[in-house]
């Protein structure tokens, strides 16, 4: 595994992925303690549990599950949507939409029954959002910063052994020391508005899922598994190579201007 050695890191990296780090963690706690504290005797802090364990279990368990067996599992069906961009992301497209969106309906309405204000509502976004930087995308980030800081330092092969990497795994575990090689000022700024753009498409869909509930009407529910699958379909396009990835962030941030532009409404009609 001599390759690894060969690996340049940028000369922005480090401090890239040290400011995209902090920011990050900014993204989560600025939200929540601005609503917490203007909202103070209104909002329960429960709400915001809530929607990290529905992220968690509606995305991290049962999504992943569903990804397992139709994309990495060895059957036909994975094969196909492997092998077809338009089913791989009509697929990507549906799975994030139903499940997030469908995880939202049933815990705000039959679970999260007490205190089922607006205010609430939002936190329980807030949550969600929250969960998805600490579980999914920080711990890429910070992996990234050890790789770095290990190559700027020569430890290389200590960073090997420590992350498990064998000849069986060495090609994936090459994609993330490249990937923190390269990580630059333009990457970081990419996953800030990524992430700012995901908190406002889980805060607004939410608000969105809370009215189908209040208002007793399933099209608001559908709507939200369509505007979510909208904004999903760039980083499916992405992933798949049909666009670049600033095509594809300027997608979902406009997504997100649009989808927390509805709920704003809908929020101020809730009042």
Known sequence: MSGFNQIVLGKTAIPSLIVTVVLLLLIGILPTVYWMRRHKGQVKISYFIAGALGFIVSARILESGFHYFFLLADNPISQFLN????????????????????????????????????????????????????????PSILLYLVIATSLQNGSVDSALAALHVTEKNADVAMQSFQAAAQFNVET???????????????????????????????KYLCGAVLLHMMADCFAAFYQRNVVGAGIAETGILVMAIVIVWIAIKI???LA
């Not at 990419?190 to 899922?209: A, N, P, Q």
Request: charge should be positive.
């Open 83 to 138: 092998g077809n961009t338009v089913a791989f992301i009509l697929y990507g497209m549906m799975m994030a939409g139903i499940f997030e969106e469908c995880g939202r309906y049933i815990i705000l309405k039959y679970i999260m029954k007490k205190h089922r204000i607006r205010e609430n509502a939002a936190l329980y976004g807030i949550g969600h959002g929250v969960i998805e930087i600490l579980t999914v995308v920080l």
């Open 267 to 269: 929020y101020k009609k």
């Open 188 to 218: 970081a700024v990419m996953t800030v508005l990524e992430r700012i753009s995901s908190m406002g498409i889980h805060i607004g869909c939410t608000i969105i899922v809370y009215y189908s509930i209040i208002a007793e009407n399933k």
